[in-house]
């Protein structure tokens, strides 16, 4: 039940507002779309199991992002700084920028289409060739994980670190960034990944420094041409943020349009009737299971949101997931529609914490993924014996997807 939660304990809220004291870790991990339903109807609110307030609507996120002057990436004990240190996404204005610019180079529409979509597509067939004539697998744990880290290691510059450590690396790291419980297993993961990752990024400097390449170990280094250039502090931060989005983001996003296709085929026959609808099914797929589905802020000013007030230091909790199911800006939000009119979902954030890896992921799932997929695994289907489990709150996405296909057709790889 809902109830007032005053400015009693001010060192804990930072506000004034309504409070979900029944709103659970566990309900938001397996079903968390009946209580974002009540965090859009009561407006900014506070939740203790998570220890701030939460945001769900689209309106709120998206002035929130707009705002860098009252809202600031910069949380105080933020757990993405704990494990990753001071990366992109936890700075603003000048320092934000000085990142982010030296890290795109390599990652612009263009780029990526014309340097980077033909190896995907040459490792997306390299993993199908390993399953293809069974006739029976889990994609996420067959495919999308061993692709997305693949592609990952080659993108990033490690290519010595092998598909199972990338994907135990970026699970630690995103696992430890939605460390909202304080589990202390949940941290020796992370300090056990941080320091193989740490210990393989120096290998990486170590080879840049002495030969310039295309990775993007290599730009963060070297820079852009108007001297924004990292630290090799501030490379190796970076290169641990872009090991937990870089993989989980694409590999979760990879299962989300599968499981929407899958369970859809009429809009599977548009896809294969048309591939440049591979794109659209990728953007809806985001916008209705967004895989990164809450970042966080902290307020810069005092600001008020209908009901609630937040005074500075206020920490909170901004729900994508929610935002992109918003009955006040979509039409049948909980439904999975390629075919709805085109609109911007804020699944790759907003304003100038846009995602800078939107188009790397874009063609990794829409230019090489799926294609690859329905080509090479023909009546591809899932098992409904063994039903897909989805999960997750932070980051959520399927962890298991079983599926089936008639493997005696199957055409060989390109």
Same mark, same amino acid.
């Given at each position: 039940?809902?109830?007032?939660?005053?400015?009693?304990?001010?060192?804990?809220?930072?506000?004034?507002?309504?409070?979900?004291?029944d709103?659970?870790?566990?309900?938001?991990?397996?079903?968390?779309?009946?209580?974002?339903?009540?965090?859009?109807?009561?407006?900014?609110?506070?939740?203790?199991?998570?220890?701030?307030?939460?945001?769900?609507?689209?309106?709120?996120?998206?002035?929130?992002?707009?705002?860098?002057?009252?809202?600031?990436?910069?949380?105080?004990?933020?757990l993405?700084t704990?494990?990753?240190?001071?990366?992109?996404?936890?700075?603003?204005?000048?320092?934000?920028?000085?990142?982010?610019?030296?890290?795109?180079?390599?990652?612009?529409?263009?780029?990526?289409?014309?340097?980077?979509?033909?190896?995907?597509?040459?490792?997306?067939?390299?993993?199908?060739?390993?399953?293809?004539?069974?006739?029976?697998?889990?994609?996420?744990?067959?495919?999308?994980?061993?692709?997305?880290?693949?592609?990952?290691?080659?993108?990033?510059?490690?290519?010595?670190?092998?598909?199972?450590?990338?994907?135990?690396?970026?699970?630690?790291?995103?696992?430890?960034?939605?460390?909202?419980?304080?589990?202390?297993?949940?941290?020796?993961?992370?300090?056990?990944?941080?320091?193989?990752?740490?210990?393989?990024?120096?290998?990486?400097?170590?080879?840049?420094?002495?030969?310039?390449?295309?990775?993007?170990?290599?730009?963060?280094?070297?820079?852009?041409?108007?001297?924004?250039?990292?630290s090799?502090?501030?490379?190796?931060?970076?290169?641990?943020?872009?090991?937990g989005?870089?993989?989980?983001?694409?590999?979760?996003g990879?299962?989300?349009?599968?499981?929407?296709?899958?369970?859809?085929?009429?809009?599977?026959?548009?896809?294969?009737?048309?591939?440049?609808?591979?794109?659209?099914?990728?953007?809806?797929?985001?916008?209705?299971?967004?895989?990164?589905?809450?970042?966080?802020?902290?307020?810069?000013?005092? !600001?008020?949101?209908?009901?609630?007030?937040?005074?500075?230091?206020?920490?909170?909790?901004?729900?994508?997931?929610?935002?992109?199911r918003?009955?006040q800006?979509?039409?049948?939000?909980?439904?999975?529609d390629?075919?709805?009119?085109?609109?911007?979902?804020v699944?790759?954030?907003?304003?100038?914490h846009?995602?800078?890896? !939107?188009?790397?992921?874009?063609?990794?799932?829409?230019?090489?993924?799926?294609?690859?997929?329905?080509?090479?695994?023909?009546?591809?289907?899932?098992?409904?014996?063994?039903?897909?489990?989805m999960?997750?709150?932070?980051?959520?996405?399927?962890?298991?997807?079983?599926?089936?296909?008639?493997?005696?057709?199957?055409?060989?790889?390109?």
């Amino acid at each position: 039940m809902s109830k007032t939660l005053t400015l009693s304990d001010p060192a804990t809220t930072y506000g004034h507002g309504p409070v979900s004291d029944d709103i659970t870790l566990d309900e938001l991990i397996h079903n968390p779309y009946p209580a974002y339903r009540k965090l859009r109807e009561q407006g900014v609110t506070w939740v203790p199991e998570v220890n701030r307030w939460l945001v769900a609507s689209w309106d709120d996120i998206d002035t929130i992002e707009r705002n860098g002057e009252a809202f600031t990436a910069r949380e105080r004990d933020s757990l993405q700084t704990r494990v990753m240190g001071r990366t992109m996404l936890r700075t603003d204005g000048d320092e934000h920028k000085r990142l982010r610019r030296a890290t795109q180079v390599p990652l612009t529409p263009k780029a990526v289409e014309q340097n980077m979509l033909p190896e995907f597509k040459k490792i997306a067939n390299q993993y199908i060739d390993r399953f293809a004539e069974r006739g029976h697998g889990d994609l996420f744990s067959d495919f999308a994980g061993p692709f997305s880290a693949r592609v990952l290691g080659w993108v990033l510059g490690v290519p010595e670190a092998t598909d199972e450590q990338l994907q135990v690396w970026s699970q630690a790291l995103m696992d430890g960034t939605a460390n909202y419980g304080d589990d202390p297993v949940v941290w020796a993961r992370v300090d056990a990944a941080i320091a193989e990752i740490d210990a393989a990024t120096t290998v990486a400097i170590e080879r840049v420094m002495k030969r310039r390449d295309g990775s993007l170990i290599s730009a963060m280094l070297y820079g852009d041409d108007e001297g924004n250039r990292l630290s090799e502090e501030e490379t190796r931060a970076n290169t641990k943020l872009i090991i937990g989005g870089g993989l989980n983001e694409p590999r979760d996003g990879i299962g989300i349009v599968l499981w929407g296709l899958l369970t859809h085929r009429d809009q599977l026959q548009l896809c294969l009737d048309d591939p440049s609808m591979w794109a659209r099914a990728n953007e809806e797929a985001m916008r209705w299971v967004s895989p990164l589905a809450m970042f966080p802020r902290e307020t810069a000013q005092r !600001v008020t949101f209908g009901d609630t007030t937040l005074e500075p230091g206020a920490r909170m909790g901004l729900i994508v997931g929610s935002a992109n199911r918003d009955e006040q800006h979509w039409e049948r939000p909980d439904e999975f529609d390629i075919t709805r009119p085109r609109a911007r979902n804020v699944a790759f954030g907003v304003g100038h914490h846009f995602c800078l890896g !939107v188009w790397l992921a874009r063609q990794m799932i829409g230019g090489a993924a799926l294609p690859a997929l329905f080509e090479r695994l023909p009546n591809l289907r899932l098992d409904l014996d063994d039903p897909p489990v989805m999960r997750g709150w932070v980051f959520r996405g399927p962890i298991t997807l079983p599926v089936l296909w008639d493997p005696a057709t199957a055409p060989d790889g390109v």
